[in-house]
């Protein structure tokens, strides 16, 4: 099952910071590109950050640039996005899904993970 596996979502308050992990069993998750995209009710899916299979290299929205940061933990099998100075618009369900491609676009992506919610609110 190629699916991978986000946890670390929670209910924190604005400014607050959370670290989202996005594991695999069973397939490496440094073979693909992994991206992280988002949610939000009544929206569409939108993409937030983006660690591309090969080199590493990293791309963030806008809306997130300078206070998220998405890494890869090649030994843990893991990709992490540590999510700092949070804003209520940021609420949503966060996913990660692979692709093997070396872009994340939603339609691009192979196999998504279930979600993790992140609430921020005071």
């Known amino acids: 099952q190629l699916q991978p596996v986000e946890s670390g979502g929670g209910l924190v308050q604005p400014g607050g910071s959370l670290r989202l992990s996005c594991a695999a069993s069973g397939f490496r998750l440094n073979y693909y590109t992994i991206g992280w995209f988002r949610q939000a009710p009544g929206k569409e899916r939108e993409g937030v950050s983006c660690i591309r299979r090969y080199d590493g290299s990293t791309s963030y929205a806008d809306s997130v640039k300078g206070r998220f940061t998405v890494s890869r933990d090649n030994a843990e099998n893991t990709v992490y996005m540590q999510m700092n100075s949070l804003k209520p618009e940021d609420t949503a369900v966060y996913y990660c899904?692979?692709?093997?491609?070396?872009?994340?676009?939603?339609?691009?992506?192979?196999?998504w993970g279930k979600g993790t919610l992140v609430t921020v609110s005071s």
């Open positions: 899904a692979t692709s093997s491609e070396y872009v994340c676009r939603v339609h691009a992506m192979t196999y």
